[in-house]
């Protein structure tokens, strides 16, 4: 079994746990809630952006032409694509670029992305790919699943199901599982490692859709008593 099946079997119970969760329901029929989906585009424009930086620094360890040349390209068009959407969200709601950046992340996204960076500095490169993996199939697999819940008719949040079953997201994702079996016919020793670099990535996508839905806080009150 290819090792990107092996990781997705792994994660089954995540998976069906996203699937069921109100966020990702409620968008596919149109019902999510404003502030719920613009805590979304604020904390996961902050997430993209060390998302990108991740795979920039995948590409500088990475130690052949192709591997390199194709890591780099996707962070690049995760600046200038993927994050375009977002800000074409934000705008919708009269927020601007300059208002997205300022944000502070949420625990959770502070969780995930300080995940990832580590395991992009410290992981081998085989655990950055079976860590990165769970948002790009992740989004896929989710959006696909919201499609088939989703009505005939349009509706607000259509253009972030569109984006994330594009053919363009497919061919990207296509890529990241290619990646994830090379690094597991390369070595297979290190599918342990894989394996729970990428349920710690799946729990907190999980927890992602569970932060933009809850529209989480960090509780503290600024006054001191």
Known sequence: MATSDRL?????????????????????????????????????????LDYARVFAIAGARAR???????LFDIAHTTLAEE???????????????????????????VAYTNFLLRTAYEGTLPEIAAAIYP????????ADHMADLAPMADHRY?????????DEFREVVDWLRAFVDQCG?????????????????ARL?????????????????????
């Open 205 to 225: 996508e999980y927890r992602f859709w569970e932060m933009a839905y809850r529209q989480e806080e960090w509780g503290l009150s600024a006054a001191r008593s």
């Open 83 to 109: 994050l375009d959407l977002h800000r074409t969200f934000a705008a919708e709601y009269g927020l601007s670029r300059g208002a997205l950046e300022s944000v502070d992340k949420a625990p959770t996204c």
């Open 135 to 142: 948002c790009g199939q992740g989004y896929l697999d989710i």
């Open 185 to 201: 016919d390369r070595h297979p020793d290190q599918y342990p490692a894989m394996e729970a670099a990428f349920r710690t990535s």
């Open 8 to 48: 997705l079997d792994a994660g089954a119970d995540i998976w069906d746990a996203q699937k069921r969760h109100p966020f990702v329901t409620e968008l596919a029929d149109g019902t999510l809630d404003e502030d719920a989906f613009l805590t979304w585009v604020r904390q996961d424009y902050r997430y993209l």
């Open 158 to 166: 259509t253009p972030f199901i569109e984006k994330y079953t594009s």
């Open 64 to 70: 052949d032409e192709e591997t390199m040349t194709r």
